[in-house]
């Protein structure tokens, strides 16, 4: 399995609040990915990186920002979390733009 | 934002069948990608197809990368009860996505003894 992990696996918080989702790798992987799977949408890709401190948007960037300042790190963040934000958020990376993609497990946000 | 043609949605099968599913698109894609997800989990890499034709198997999956570069087939052989779960295509076709896969909207497979 690809090393990589997402913490929290869980969080549930409240609208307008700032949320913040990390993404962590050992495998020293170039690309990294954050999408959102929703049912109906499946995943949609929000923001990703090509490199420390290069970062692009995806097809459903509002609402959301992004930051990597180490290659292991991949920092989601929802500066005031609306409801239609609740979602299943993963992570993705991969050594190349034309690569294999490998995801993390997860995290499920509920925004009440 | 765009997604694939996946079908079927869903399949309901008897254990021992073989399954077959595909994805189309209207644009030529140079990478397919085959995932399974578990609930409560990530996707899964199964098997990752690069060049138009190739034919490829993971034990008792294969995956076809269609001739005209628009679609890909993913077959199970003789499914087992662990073969349940959700199964997606993803394509990419640089320059114009650079970077960016489209996903399927996903193959629910269930598979009864």
């Known amino acids: 399995d690809a090393g990589i992990t997402q913490s929290p696996r869980h969080k549930v918080t409240e609208t307008g609040t700032p949320v913040t989702l990390r993404c962590h790798q050992t495998e020293n992987h170039r690309y990294m990915y954050w999408y959102r799977q929703d049912p109906g949408h499946g995943l949609r890709l929000i923001h990703y990186?090509?490199?420390?401190?290069?970062?692009d948007k995806g097809e459903v960037s509002d609402g959301y920002s992004v930051s990597r300042s180490k290659t292991e790190d991949f920092l989601l963040t929802l500066e005031s979390a609306t409801s239609s934000q609740t979602s299943v958020y993963f992570c993705?990376?991969?050594?190349?733009?034309?690569?294999?993609?490998?995801f993390g497990p997860g995290t499920r946000l509920t925004v009440t | 934002g765009q997604q694939l043609n996946q079908s079927p949605q869903s399949m309901f099968i008897q254990e021992g069948e073989d399954v077959s599913m595909n994805c189309t698109s209207s644009?030529?894609?140079?990478?397919w990608l085959w995932y399974k997800q578990d609930p409560g989990e990530g996707p899964v890499l199964l098997i990752a197809?690069?060049?138009?034709?190739e034919l490829t198997s993971n034990g008792r999956l294969t995956a076809q990368f269609g001739i005209t570069r628009k679609d890909s087939f993913l077959n199970i052989s003789a499914s087992i009860p662990s073969d349940v779960g959700i199964y997606f295509c993803?394509?990419?076709?640089?320059?114009?996505?650079?970077?960016?896969?489209?996903f399927g909207a996903g193959t629910q497979v269930v598979v009864t003894p």
């Open positions: 993803a394509g990419q076709n640089p320059p114009d996505s650079w970077g960016k896969f489209q």
């Open positions: 644009s030529i894609f140079n990478t």
């Open positions: 197809l690069y060049k138009a034709g």
């Open positions: 990186s090509y490199g420390v401190k290069d970062t």
């Open positions: 993705a990376i991969s050594q190349d733009y034309s690569y294999e993609q490998y």
